[in-house]
């Protein structure tokens, strides 16, 4: 899958869901299993995800 | 008066007897001839013209040497349009034909075979429903069976090459004998030889020989053929050189028990987190650097399963680390759940790193 989830964690970063491509689930329900449980998310492509993690637990999460 | 009631003949005496030498009286000789007259017509003519005008007592009996056809209704030896009445036994010399109806009120006793002929049913008719044949000996079926009677219990004994039918109608109950070769008994235990069952019910089978089932492809299971089984529960199965996907148990030596692993991931931690292969996972998250989440696509049965992470190092250290259950940011241990798995790979005395491989796989 080329897309990815998103959504703030509790350290104040920001945590990326890889959906596995062999499970067989849509990224949306993905996103409804392994999301935890009042956490806004959003989906975005592969792209728009930094590639460059030198900096990756400074990352946050904006709407 | 000639016969004086009691079968004597008696000649008028008057006039009688004549004297030799005197005129006889025409009235005496008139009287005679009348006596003698009426005599002879009382008395039975051998030649049949009399017809006797009361019932004839034959002491002795009555003999006749007439030969004549038996069958014919008109010249028998004994004709009468009123029938025979015979106070005692009537002996057949040789063989009796009844043109109608032959009623035996009292035993009838056959000495020898009865033959039933060109019966109109074909067989003996027995009007009473609880009467029949009884014998005390043995009679083949050919014979009318033994104590072949209805609504009684009997015993009906067959022996010999007979063609037998037994056709049984209304709610009875016929205990068949325990046969060892040619009858099957519903209670004791029967072996079939070449029997086909058509659609048979069958409770339970249990089986102690070979039993060879048909070639269906769809609702029998064939010992020595390939089957699919759909939805089947199989409580405490041995299973011997199971095939289960592409053979993964074929080579398992040992009597060990086998624990398979229930989710595994292989990944790339590095520039744009990605998974290479995996089995039971539905995603991966990245929670920062070395630090992930393991999520499962079916969850464990519990929280005591068992996580194996490997990964390959920085390229510069061989003191690599890898930790479960913890957050890397904290420190702290994250609690397990049912549906997820956190990992950790580090340097040891440095900290976390995203490495190139990462390898996870989980028991239970």
């Known amino acids: 899958m080329n897309q990815r989830i998103i959504y703030p964690n509790n350290d104040g970063g920001v945590a990326i869901v890889i959906p596995a491509a062999e499970c067989g689930l849509t990224i949306e329900e993905i996103a409804a299993k392994d999301v935890p449980a009042g956490k806004l998310y959003k989906i975005v492509d592969v792209a728009d995800i930094p590639t460059d993690r030198t900096f990756r637990n400074a990352w946050e999460y904006t709407t | ?364």
């Open chain 2, 1 to 364: 008066m000639s016969y004086n009631g009691s079968g004597t003949f008696q000649i008028n005496t008057t006039g009688q007897p004549v004297v030799a030498g005197t005129v006889i009286s025409s009235t005496a000789f008139n009287a005679l001839t009348a006596d003698l007259a009426t005599g002879l017509s009382t008395a039975i003519t051998k030649d049949g013209q009399t017809a006797t005008t009361a019932r004839i007592p034959f002491a002795a009996g009555i003999n006749s040497t007439l030969v004549t056809d038996s069958t014919n209704s008109t010249t028998g030896s004994i004709l009468t349009a009123g029938g025979v009445g015979i106070a005692k036994a009537l002996n057949v010399g040789t063989s009796a034909t009844i043109g109608t109806t032959l009623g035996v009120t009292g035993v009838a006793t056959f000495s020898a075979q009865p033959i039933f002929s060109t019966l109109t049913a074909s067989k003996p008719v027995f009007t009473d429903a609880s009467k029949g044949f009884v014998s005390t000996g043995t009679l083949a079926p050919d014979q009318g069976g033994t104590g072949v009677a209805n609504n009684v219990a009997s015993t009906l004994t067959i022996s010999g090459n007979f063609a037998t039918t037994l056709t049984v109608a209304g709610a009875y109950n016929y205990t068949l004998p325990a046969a060892s070769g040619t009858l099957a008994n519903l209670a004791s235990a029967q072996t079939l030889t070449n029997k086909t069952l058509t659609a048979p019910v069958i409770s339970s089978i249990v089986n102690t020989g070979t039993l060879t089932l048909p070639t269906s492809t769809d609702t029998l299971v064939g010992k020595a053929t390939t089957d699919t089984l759909t939805n089947k529960t199989l409580t405490s199965p041995t299973l011997t050189t199971p095939n289960i996907d592409s053979a993964q148990f074929a080579t398992v030596s040992g009597t060990a028990p086998i624990y398979p692993c229930r989710a595994w991931v292989n990944f790339n931690g590095t520039g744009t987190v990605a998974i290479r292969g995996s089995g039971n996972v539905s995603s991966l998250t990245d929670n920062g650097v070395g630090d992930y989440t393991v999520n499962f696509t079916t969850a464990m049965s519990d929280i005591n399963y068992s996580v194996n992470t490997t990964c390959s190092s920085n390229g510069t250290s061989n003191f690599i680390t890898t930790t479960v259950f913890t957050n890397s940011t904290t420190g702290a241990n994250v609690a397990p759940t049912t549906s997820a798995a956190r990992i950790n790979t580090g340097v040891y005395a440095v900290g976390t790193f995203d490495p190139t491989y990462v390898n996870v796989s989980v028991f239970r």
